[in-house]
């Protein structure tokens, strides 16, 4: 099991990537949701939060973290290929 772990601006520039990101419901905190991945070379959870402390004069971003199997490294592969940063780590 892994994790992919990165940033975006907003929901649109994820959703919109062809990635799979889908089924997005709300936690328990209106900041917070959850999901799925679904593509056919991956699939995964996901959870997303709206970042709490920002420093003055920087936008709050989403952090995003997907959890699935080793065919994550594909979405990482796919993330970085449209400008995110990226970090994965063993689960």
């Not at 419901?25 to 991956?42: D, F």
């Not at 003055?56 to 199997?69: A, F, I, S, Y």
Request: proline residues 3%; hydrophobic residues 35%; contains cysteine.
């Amino acid at each position: 099991m892994m994790k992919v772990i990165f940033r975006s601006k907003d929901f649109a520039s994820v959703d919109g990537s062809g990635f799979g990101f889908n089924h997005r419901r709300p936690m328990t905190n209106s900041w917070q949701y959850q999901g799925r991945v679904q593509h056919r070379q991956w699939q995964g959870t996901y959870e997303c939060e709206w970042e709490q402390n920002v420093s003055k004069g920087r936008q709050p971003e989403l952090l995003w973290t997907v959890n699935g199997d080793a065919r994550l490294f594909g979405l990482a592969a796919g993330l970085k290929s449209k400008g995110f940063t990226v970090d994965v780590e063993p689960e």
